[in-house]
């Protein structure tokens, strides 16, 4: 059973269109996050939900919209898509203040 | 969240130890020592935390100084699979609430036959 997945693994787009990444977690924890791992591979936190509650919000252009239908749900809806969005968006989950446990990571490559 | 300094990279042979080193020289009282690693093309993967004592598990163990400014992550028995780069990470633990996780460079660990 895969603890934390995403889908899709990869995603080609085009600039300006809208996109949504699917994220469920089978771990019964009430924190959720979603991560930007840009090209120079550093990995930066973008959101993190709490029982279906935003409580990080890490200045993220709001073309991102995080929703959280249930706590074991976190999807990821991008807006008008550009280049700069390429990168490999990581979600995860953790008990509160415990470890987290990530995805494998949705490629997204905006052309 | 405090930061940490980690070297950028190091090799080690396989079957001999990995030792890894990070600084965290800011760290606060209630800050626990995080170590989590991501294997290529996958999503970082916890390995190992503390707060004070040394720690060991399945995976690893951490030894923290003393004075709690640095931290050495040990894998007894490095094989290629560890191939991998190393994030050492500080934040305070569930009293802080709501905390997220502050990625650095990391150290990319070279396992060689």
């Known amino acids: 059973d895969t603890a934390v997945s995403q889908t899709p693994k990869y995603l080609v787009t085009q600039m300006g269109n809208d996109k949504s990444i699917k994220c469920e977690q089978n771990l019964g924890h009430d924190t959720m996050y979603w991560y930007k791992q840009d090209s120079k591979k550093f990995l930066k936190i973008m959101f993190s939900?709490?029982?279906?509650?935003?409580?990080i919000n890490e200045t993220v252009p709001n073309r991102f919209s995080p929703k959280s239908p249930d706590k074991a749900h976190l999807n990821l809806h991008i807006n008008s898509l550009e280049l700069g969005d390429s990168a490999v968006y990581f979600c995860?989950?953790?008990?509160?203040?415990?470890?987290?446990?990530f995805g494998q990571g949705t490629r997204l490559t905006v052309v | 969240d405090a930061k940490t300094t980690q070297p950028p990279s190091m090799d080690c042979a396989e079957g001999r130890a990995a030792n890894l080193p990070c600084n965290h020289s800011?760290?606060?009282?209630?800050?626990?020592v995080y170590w989590y690693r991501q294997i290529h093309s996958q999503g970082p993967q916890y390995i190992i935390h503390g707060l004070k004592n040394n720690e060991t598990n399945e995976m690893a163990s951490l030894i923290i100084t003393e004075d709690r400014k640095s931290s050495t992550l040990i894998l007894p028995h490095a094989t290629l699979r560890d191939t991998a780069v190393y994030y050492c990470i500080v934040r305070a633990g569930i009293s802080g609430g709501y905390n997220k996780l502050i990625f650095g460079a990391g150290t990319r660990l070279a396992v060689h036959p």
């Open positions: 995860a989950s953790s008990p509160l203040g415990g470890e987290a446990f």
């Open positions: 939900y709490n029982n279906k509650e935003l409580i």
């Open positions: 800011t760290i606060s009282g209630n800050e626990y």
